[in-house]
């Protein structure tokens, strides 16, 4: 995994473990969407006394390397299993997050997880304009019609439509610093996560339970 993909994952950990597990009643499992090299995962695992699992089409070997860098500290490292992220069996009590999921990856992580009335969050990567912008009587295309937007305006806006489309009851950023694909959105909460709905923006929160586990990490590309 690159540095950049780690410091966004250790940003978007700290707004989990915020909302999530700061309160008393933590989620049942954890599901890590699309989760690539699963470093979030992974820490939520070392963290919290909960099931995570990891779930994408193929098993990357990043995921295994920073398992067994976990566990060779004594630490608790999340599994991972190869399988369409629709076919996954929720419950109410999980909590399903996507980080950084390319293209129509968000509608499908959120979709699945308000069908179960499962709670979700997501931080957006690359969004297709004509899967989150549907106007009524315009017969241009969703592209052209963001097409005199600059980046961060489009990214802006299709992330408001994702948040409208689901009823997103967070909307965050984190340090844009670290990444400008930085908006995270969460929903489908009980009482709001049970953490006091709309928090502090990321890059200022700090999880509840002790600090992130401290471990070299291995050396995988």
């Known amino acids: 995994a690159r540095v950049k993909e780690i410091l966004e994952a250790v940003e978007a950990y700290e707004v989990i473990a915020h909302r ?17 090299h699963g470093f979030v995962a992974h820490l939520v695992a070392a963290s919290h006394d909960v099931q995570v699992v990891g779930v994408d089409l193929e098993r990357r070997d990043a995921f295994d390397a920073w398992a067994t860098a976990f ?16 076919e996954v069996a929720l419950r109410r009590d999980d909590l399903v997050f996507a980080i950084h999921a390319c293209d129509d990856a968000n509608i499908v992580v959120v979709d699945h997880a308000t069908r179960a009335g499962a709670q979700w969050l997501v931080v957006p990567c690359c969004l297709k304009a ?3 912008l549907d106007v009524k009587g315009d017969r241009r295309s969703s592209r052209s019609r963001t097409a005199n937007l600059a980046d961060d305006q489009r990214y802006a806006l299709l992330c408001g439509a994702l948040a409208a489309k689901f009823g997103a009851t967070l909307t965050s950023a984190i340090d844009h610093r670290v990444t400008r ?19 502090d923006a990321a890059h200022a929160l700090r999880p509840a339970r002790g600090r992130l586990p401290t471990f070299r990490g291995p050396h995988v590309r």
């Open 181 to 199: 694909r930085n908006v995270v959105l969460a929903g489908g909460d009980a009482e709001a996560a049970r953490t006091g709905g709309d928090a």
């Open 130 to 132: 004509d899967n989150y």
């Open 20 to 36: 999530y597990f700061r309160g008393a009643a933590a989620p049942g499992r954890v599901f890590d969407m699309a989760c690539g």
């Open 71 to 86: 566990r060779a500290q004594g630490l608790a490292a999340a599994t991972c299993v190869e399988r369409d992220l629709t």
